[in-house]
């Protein structure tokens, strides 16, 4: 199997994945469209079996999780190209998933992600949160950050991630990026971050908070003076509170949105949608945490609705709602009107009508 010429054909149409499927030929996902690779063949079961054993290369820890869990989070080196791979099963039979990660980091300015999430970068101490759905670029923002405050802060930082994807080297900043997982530098998320405590890191980022564990470590860390830097599938700033509030019992809730409170500072949530320029848009909705939120947050039940009307109603501290996001694009004609409305529920078409008037006003369009 000669892997490689897919992943340069990849690299030749400024794909962002390859999926490798047996009984499929090899598939190139370009601005969100799956294209075949010209001139190749389908893909049988012996394929993919030596795909797997070429990609593993018998490293005992490696293939010991794909057996027992039946899946494999990995990274590929190839031509100084990054490539994070995921190996899973369709059938008994392997099915690779791999994800191109450039060597040029985009910078947070062209990536489209508002300014704000980069000044809160100079807080102290607390927690921001980088969410959204899968593909929806989370892990580039998150590095675009990373590499801000390694060129613009003295401050020593510690990632940890599941696999590394960007390699960063040391400039104004100290960096250090440790991999999750079994036989590699920290078995857990969690265990990595109760370690971060003695390596007297000033910010942590945390590749993914997907657990109740991970999340007491990082507000224990929060909370003892240091930045945390985290992400979280969710798909809006609502849902991401929600979602930590939910990791713990209804007993424990009242505490933790006590602590929570307190320790956010910001939630970005991101979503990626194919612009008329064919190329990928970000649209962002940002969350600053201030006494309104925090007050929300506190509250014995909480409402989604106020959170985002909190969001709406504090624009000037640096907020930015999701209809406002989406009614910039559009009246900058980066998105169809058609587009922005599926983003959103029905009873909020009229709300995204009046914000596309009030811009269009404004911008004398």
Known sequence: MNLDKYIDE???????????????????????????????????????????????????????????????????????????????LSDEVPIVTMRLIKNELPTYESLGVPDIVRRMTYQPQGLILVT????????????????YINENQNKKILTLENPVEYKHHSKKSLIVQKEVGKGRDSLTFSDGVKNSLREDCDILVIGEI????????????AESGHLVIGTLHTKSCAETIDRMINFYEVRDQ???????????????????????????????????????????????????SE???????????????????????????KITLEQAKAQIEEKNIETLNRTIMQLKIKKGK
């Open 210 to 221: 997907r657990d109740k564990t991970t999340m007491e470590a990082a507000i224990e860390m």
């Open 254 to 304: 009242a505490s933790i949105k006590y602590l929570l409170s307190a320790l956010l500072k910001l939630v970005v949530s991101q979503r990626l949608l194919k612009g008329t320029d064919g190329k990928l848009v970000l649209v962002p909705e940002v969350m600053v945490v201030d006494n309104i939120v925090a007050g929300i947050i506190r509250k014995e039940k909480l409402s989604v």
């Open 132 to 147: 959204g759905k899968t593909n929806s670029g989370k892990t580039t923002t998150l590095n675009a950050l990373i590499n």
């Open 10 to 88: 990849a690299m030749k149409l400024d794909a962002s994945d390859v999926h490798l499927i047996p009984g499929n030929k090899p598939m190139l996902r370009i601005a969100r469209d799956l294209v075949p690779v010209q001139g190749s063949k389908i893909l049988t079961p012996d394929d993919m079996f030596e795909i797997y054993d070429y990609l593993v290369k018998g490293n005992v820890d490696k293939d010991e999780v794909f057996n027992t869990t039946r899946r494999l989070d990995m990274s590929y080196v190839y031509k100084d190209i990054r490539l994070r791979v995921n190996i899973s």
């Open 307 to 333: 959170i985002e009307d909190a969001i709406q109603s504090n624009l000037e501290k640096g907020s930015i709602g999701l209809i406002n996001s989406l009614a910039e694009l559009f009246v900058d004609d």
